[in-house]
């Protein structure tokens, strides 16, 4: 089983950056594909970002490719999501979630643990 705790949420203005951490317990992270989602009030929760087992693989959402980045260090067992350029619209509450399947899939549903989440809001 694993635990995850998102941090680095909060407040920023059109065009800044934020920075948000994942911490995942639990001695096999590196054995889960790791996943951003985000949800604002009266949407469903969508898929932002995925990272493969080894970091060596990304896929974003169109919405924020170019702008953000998915990175992880299975030695500290974090995630991390580098958001820059930010925009009204990504405003969100942003959660973490850690994916056992081999295949890749943007589906929440198929993530297995999911963190607590972090708000982010974007001023304009």
């Known amino acids: 089983q694993v635990q995850l705790v998102e941090s680095g949420g909060g407040l920023v203005q059109a065009g800044g950056s934020l920075r948000l951490s994942c911490a995942a317990s639990?001695?096999?992270?590196?054995?889960?594909?790791m996943g951003w989602f985000r949800q604002s009030p009266g949407k469903e929760r969508e898929f932002v970002t995925r990272?493969?087992?080894?970091?060596?693989?990304?896929h974003y959402a169109d919405s924020v490719k170019g702008r953000f980045t998915i990175s992880r260090d299975n030695a500290k067992n974090m995630v991390y999501l580098q958001m820059n350029s930010l925009k009204p619209e990504d405003t969100a509450v942003y959660y973490c979630?850690?994916?056992?399947?081999?295949?890749?899939?943007?589906?929440?549903?198929?993530?297995?643990?999911w963190g607590q989440g972090t708000q982010v809001t974007v001023s304009s």
């Open positions: 979630a850690a994916d056992r399947a081999y295949y890749v899939t943007y589906a929440a549903a198929s993530y297995d643990y």
């Open positions: 639990g001695r096999t992270f590196s054995s889960y594909a």
């Open positions: 990272i493969s087992r080894s970091g060596g693989n990304t």
